[in-house]
Nanobody, 113 residues
Framework: QVRLVESGGGLVQPGGSLRLSCAAS????????MSWYRQAPGKERELVAT????????NYADSVMGRFTISRDNAKSTVYLQMNSLQPEDTAVYYC??????WGQGTQVTVSS
């Protein structure tokens, strides 16, 4: 059974940081391209960051470039999203996605003072 379980979301003040984790199981994680998406209320789901199967290639949305970092640990079948300098516009449900395989259930990130 394929599973993607996100964790690490929560409430943070503007300028703060959070680290999201996505634990994968049920498929060959080390072969999968992994991404983080987010969806804010009333908006379409958007791609935040992508990392290659080996971790040597990453891509980011312009809106998070320089603030967010995607990484992975293939030994732990886990992908991470380090989010720094968070702003209210980063408030959204963040989803982990294994390309062509599965979506996670999402974790809420709220940036507010």
């Amino acid at each position: 059974q394929v599973r993607l379980v996100e964790s690490g979301g929560g409430l943070v003040q503007p300028g703060g940081s959070l680290r999201l984790s996505c634990a994968a199981s049920g498929f060959t994680f080390r072969s999968a391209v992994m991404s983080w998406y987010r969806q804010a209320p009333g908006k379409e789901r958007e791609l935040v960051a992508t990392i290659s199967s080996t971790g040597d290639s990453t891509n980011y949305a312009d809106s998070v470039m320089g603030r967010f970092t995607i990484s992975r640990d293939n030994a732990k079948s886990t992908v991470y999203l380090q989010m720094n300098s968070l702003q209210p516009e980063d408030t959204a449900v963040y989803y982990c996605y294994a390309k062509f395989i599965w979506w996670g259930q999402g974790t809420q990130v709220t940036v507010s003072s």
